[in-house]
């Protein structure tokens, strides 16, 4: 691979900041988060899964209603969410999403679309979390009631 000697000394800079052994490991990297973005963008339907990281002003009227709304609107895709409050009545929500690329992609722009919403940043990867239940197993036994202390004693 050939590249102009200033963007070859910002790559070797790169690759110094972020403590990494070789420019192959940042490249490896850099390749592999443009190729989700392209699986999301040229691939409607292919499964992703990803985080989406939101900043908003928690002051402005009902936005995390709204924020709550929408997410409740995608439950199947909204795996899980966690919050926290910033300065200045301002709060960051990162989303734990998965689901076909396009329907993360609505859900990004309904998101987008709340009037308070500052900035929202989608990062994908191709690699999917396991499935919670496997419809195929054979179901377990149900278990047995635990009997109160009092009859436990007794």
Do not use: N, W
Not at 74 to 97: A, G, M, R
Not at 140 to 146: H, K, Q, Y
């Amino acid at each position: 691979m050939s590249l102009p000697a200033d963007l070859f000394r910002q790559l070797d800079m790169m690759v110094e900041e972020r403590g990494l052994p070789s420019r192959s490991q940042l490249i490896a990297e850099l390749i592999r988060h443009a190729l989700a973005e392209h699986e999301a963008l040229t691939r409607p339907e292919e499964m992703l899964a990803g985080t989406i990281t939101l900043v908003y002003r928690g002051d402005r009227g009902r936005v995390r209603q709204q924020l709550a709304q929408s997410q409740a609107e995608y439950l199947k895709e909204v795996i899980s969410s966690q919050h926290v409050f910033l300065e200045d009545d301002q709060s960051l929500e990162v989303l734990l999403v998965q689901g076909p690329a396009a329907r993360l992609k609505e859900l990004c722009d309904a998101l987008r679309a709340i009037r308070g919403v500052h900035q929202l940043e989608l990062v994908t990867t191709t690699a999917l979390l396991p499935p919670l239940h496997d419809k195929g197993a054979a179901k377990r036994p149900a278990r047995r009631p635990r009997k109160a202390a009092s009859e436990a004693l007794a």
